[in-house]
C-alpha cells in the first residue's frame, strides 16, 4: 500500500469520524481535500525520513571505522576500553571464565597476540587444536560481545620465547634475516599468513565477527627502519583480509620509534604506548603527526598495569591507585586505552622468553606470567588494581559494568612423596650409540632439530697426569659438565680415554632487541687444554612442551650415580665447584575428592621442570627466586589419584618432598642475583 492509498483508507475511516458521502456538504468535502493534502505531506516527510534512516542504519550496520579523530562503531562514536588476554597462556577450559572476568573490570575489546612458533613448532607442521584454537578463542570473544584487536606478527615480543618466531627459522641457510625485506624470509612469512589469516577472515567485524583492528608486526621503531618489510605486511594483509579492515601499527612515544615504525597516511593507523604515568597528552599530539588528518583517535595500544619479572629479581609490582588514576588521565579527555595486561596468565612449558640489553647478560622469564595484571594469573578478581580500574572504567563507560564474579576455588591438596624413578643418563649408552646426531664439532640445539629444552653433548678424550683444562667460550643458556668424578678433568697415572658429557638447557629465547636471534646450545668449539676437542654426538632430551603429545617416558637401564655434576653460565673451566647432586626423575602422586586449582610448591628443590598428568606446567627454580609455586589449573586435575613427574637439575629436597599448595608465592631465592651469559 502507498502513501496515498494509506491515507485514503485513514481519512475515510470511522477513526477519523469523516466519511465522504453525496450528502456532505460541500465545505467538508474541502475539508477533507485539505486535510488529504496536509497529511499527505507530513506522512511523506516521515515516511521519507524512516528510509533514509533505515538505509543508514544498513550502511554503518557492521562498520568500525576512523574519522573525525573518533572510533566509530556502526555510525556511533566509540571508545576502545580494551585489555589483553592471550588465549595462549590460558587453558581452553577457562577461556570464557577470563573473558567474563574482563567484562566485568569494564573492557569492550580484547587484544591478543598470536605466536607463529605455537601454530607451527616444526615447519609445514601446524596446530590450531586445543590451546592453539584461536578460531574458537575469536568466536568465544564474539559470543560475549567483545570486540578484537589482533596481532599477527609476524614478530610479537610478548615475552614469549623467540618473541613468537619458530626456532626452525634459526636452522636455515643461509641465516635468514628476520624482521627484514630479506626475500627467503618474507616467503616464509606470506606461507604463514597465507594459512592463518583466510582461517580468521570471516571473523571480521564488517563480515560479522568480532576484528574491529589488525597490528602489523609490533613495536617495529624500537627495532628498526625498513619501510619496504612493512610495506609487503600491509600488502599481505589486504590480499587477504581486504580493505576494509583497519590495519595498525603500535610503537614507542617517540619521535625516534614513530618515524621508523609508521606508515605515514590513512593506509595504516599508528598507535602508541608509553610508561604509566607519563603525561599522555603530548604524546597523543605527536601521533597525530604520523596519521592523516581526522584519522588519529588517541589510542595507548599498550597501557602497561604491570611488569614482567625475571629469575633473580623481586617479583615486579605496580601501585594500584597510581594505575587508575594514570588510566583516568586518558579516558577522562575520550582517549582509548588496552590494557597491558588485563590478564596474564601462564608461560605453561618451555614458551617463556628473555631479555638481554647485552649478550652476555641474559635474563630469562618466570613461568608465571601473572604481570601484576588486574586479573591475577589463576583469574582472581578481588585485588587493589582490579577494584581501582573497574572503578575508573566505570565512570566513561556507556553502560554499567557487568557484577563481578567471585574467585575460582583454590584447594592445597597437601604433601607429595615423591621417589626417585631414574637418573637421566639410564639410557644414555644405548640412546647415543642408536639415536645421537654425530658431528666433527658441536652443533646448536635447532640444527639438531631440539626446539626446546635439553641437548646432551657427549665426547671422549685423552686424560692427561697432571689433568685437563676445559673451556667452553659460547654456550646458550646453561651448561653442566660431567667427567669421570671430577669436573676439572681427573689426573690419571697414564693416558686413559675419558667420557666428556655436557648438557645444555635452553632456558627461553631472548624475545626483543638486537640479540634476538638467540640459537641454544653449544655454539663455539670445546676447547681442551687449549686446543679443539672434536669428534662429538649429540642427543635431544625428549620432553612434552605445551600442546605436544607427552614424550615423558624414558626407559631405565644403567645408573650414572658416580657422575658428579656442575652448572654455570660463565666460561666452563676446571677450577669450578663440584656438586655432589644427580640429574633425575621424580615422582609421586596425590589424589584429588573435589578438582579446583592448586599450586605445586617446589621450595627447597633446586631447578628443573615439572609435569601433572603428563601437562608440563613449567619451570622451577626456587632456589633463585623469586616464583616459588607453579600453578596448576584445574582442567589438568582429576578426581582420583593424580600424578606429578618433575626432572631435577641441581639437588632434590632432603625429604623429597612437594606440597601441594592454595596460593602463589613470589618470594624464594636470593634477590638481584645476575645471570652471566657466555
Known amino acids: 500500500m502507498d502513501i496515498r492509498a494509506l491515507l485514503s483508507f485513514w481519512l475515510t475511516s470511522p ?33 521519507s525520513s524512516h528510509v533514509v534512516l533505515e538505509q543508514a542504519v544498513a550502511v554503518n550496520k557492521n562498520k568500525f571505522e576512523i574519522k573525525d579523530d573518533m572510533f566509530w562503531k556502526d555510525g556511533k562514536p566509540f571508545r576502545i576500553i580494551g585489555g589483553d588476554l592471550h588465549y595462549f597462556r590460558t587453558l581452553p577450559q577457562y577461556w570464557e571464565d577470563r573473558l567474563l572476568r ?41 559470543k560475549l560481545d567483545l570486540l578484537v584487536l589482533l596481532r599477527p606478527g609476524p614478530y610479537i615480543c610478548a615475552e614469549w620465547d623467540f618473541g613468537g618466531f619458530p626456532a626452525w627459522l634459526l636452522s636455515k641457510e643461509p641465516a635468514l634475516k628476520l624482521r627484514s625485506s630479506d626475500p627467503a624470509y618474507l616467503a616464509l612469512v606470506d606461507s604463514w599468513w597465507g594459512i592463518l589469516l583466510p582461517k580468521i577472515d570471516h571473523l571480521l567485524y564488517h563480515k560479522g565477527g568480532p576484528i574491529v583492528m589488525v597490528q602489523i608486526e609490533n613495536e617495529f621503531g624500537s627495532y628498526g627502519d625498513d619501510k619496504d618489510y612493512l610495506h609487503h605486511l600491509v600488502n599481505l594483509a589486504r590480499s587477504h583480509l581486504g580493505d576494509d579492515i583497519i590495519l595498525y601499527t603500535t610503537d614507542g612515544g617517540t619521535r625516534d620509534t614513530l618515524t621508523k615504525g609508521t606508515i605515514r597516511g590513512d593506509t595504516v593507523f599508528s598507535a602508541v604506548d608509553f610508561s604509566t604515568g607519563e603525561d599522555p597528552w603530548p ?24 611488569w614482567l619479572t625475571h629469575w633473580g629479581e623481586i617479583i615486579a609490582k605496580t601501585d594500584a591507585n597510581s594505575t587508575a588514576s594514570a588510566l583516568e588521565n586518558i579516558l577522562s579527555r575520550n ?101 645421537a646426531i654425530e658431528s666433527e664439532n658441536p652443533i646448536s640445539m635447532e640444527a639438531a632439530g631440539q626446539m626446546f629444552g635439553f641437548l646432551l653433548y657427549a665426547s671422549e678424550y685423552t686424560s692427561k697426569g697432571n689433568g685437563n683444562t676445559l673451556s667452553i667460550p659460547k654456550v646458550h643458556d646453561r651448561a653442566q659438565v660431567w667427567s669421570n668424578k671430577q669436573v676439572n678433568l681427573p689426573n690419571a697415572e697414564c693416558a686413559s680415554t675419558s667420557r666428556l658429557l655436557i648438557l645444555v638447557e635452553n632456558m627461553g629465547r631472548i624475545n626483543y632487541g638486537q640479540y634476538m636471534f638467540d640459537s641454544k646450545g653449544i655454539l663455539s668449539a670445546v676447547y681442551l687444554d687449549g686446543k679443539p676437542l672434536l669428534k662429538w654426538k649429540m642427543l635431544p632430551i625428549p620432553l612434552g612442551n605445551l600442546n605436544e603429545s607427552p614424550k615423558i617416558s624414558p626407559v631405565f637401564k644403567k645408573s650414572y650415580s658416580d657422575l658428579i655434576r656442575v652448572s654455570t653460565r660463565k666460561s666452563l673451566k676446571s677450577d669450578l665447584g663440584v656438586n655432589s647432586a ?56 582429576q578426581r582420583g589419584k593424580n600424578v606429578l613427574v618433575i626432572l631435577e637439575l641441581e639437588s632434590p629436597q632432603p625429604e623429597l618432598v612437594v606440597r601441594s599448595v592454595d596460593q602463589q608465592d613470589f618470594t624464594c631465592g636470593s634477590k638481584h642475583l645476575s645471570m652471566p651469559r657466555l
Open 335 to 435: 582517549g582509548s586505552a588496552v590494557l597491558y595486561m588485563a590478564h596474564g596468565g601462564t608461560n605453561f612449558g618451555f614458551y617463556n622468553g628473555a631479555n638481554a640489553a647485552q649478550e652476555s647478560d641474559y635474563n630469562a622469564d618466570l613461568t608465571s606470567y601473572d604481570y601484576d595484571a588486574p586479573i591475577s594469573e589463576s583469574g582472581d578478581v578481588d585485588g587493589a588494581k582490579f577494584k581501582a580500574l573497574r572503578a575508573v572504567i566505570a565512570k566513561y563507560s556507556a553502560a554499567s559494568l557487568p557484577p563481578v564474579p567471585l574467585n575460582n576455588e583454590k584447594t592445597g591438596y597437601g604433601r607429595i612423596k615423591l621417589e626417585k624413578a631414574a637418573s637421566l643418563f639410564d639410557t644414555l649408552d644405548n640412546d647415543l650409540s642408536t639415536k
Open 15 to 47: 477513526v477519523l469520524g469523516i466519511r465522504a458521502s453525496t450528502c456532505s456538504p460541500s465545505w467538508v468535502l474541502l475539508w477533507e481535500d485539505e486535510m488529504f493534502v496536509l497529511f499527505y505531506e507530513i506522512f511523506s516527510a516521515i515516511f
Open 102 to 142: 574482563a567484562k566485568a573490570l569494564g573492557l569492550n575489546a580484547i587484544q591478543t597476540y598470536v605466536p607463529w612458533n605455537l601454530h607451527e613448532p616444526k615447519e609445514g607442521q601446524l596446530d590450531f587444536d586445543g590451546i592453539a584454537d584461536i578460531v574458537s578463542f575469536l568466536e568465544l570473544c564474539h
Open 283 to 306: 604524546i597523543f599530539k605527536m601521533q597525530k603527526e604520523y596519521n592523516a588528518p581526522g584519522k588519529s583517535p588517541p589510542l595507548s595500544s599498550e597501557f602497561y598495569t604491570g
Open 582 to 637: 644427580e640429574l633425575a626423575f621424580y615422582t609421586g602422586s596425590f589424589v584429588v575428592d573435589k578438582v579446583t586449582d592448586t599450586y605445586m610448591s617446589f621450595n627447597g628443590w633446586g631447578k628443573g621442570v615439572a609435569f601433572v598428568n603428563d601437562f608440563n606446567i613449567g619451570r622451577y627454580w626456587p632456589s633463585f627466586g623469586p616464583q616459588c609455586n607453579l600453578y596448576v589449573p584445574a582442567p589438568i586435575l
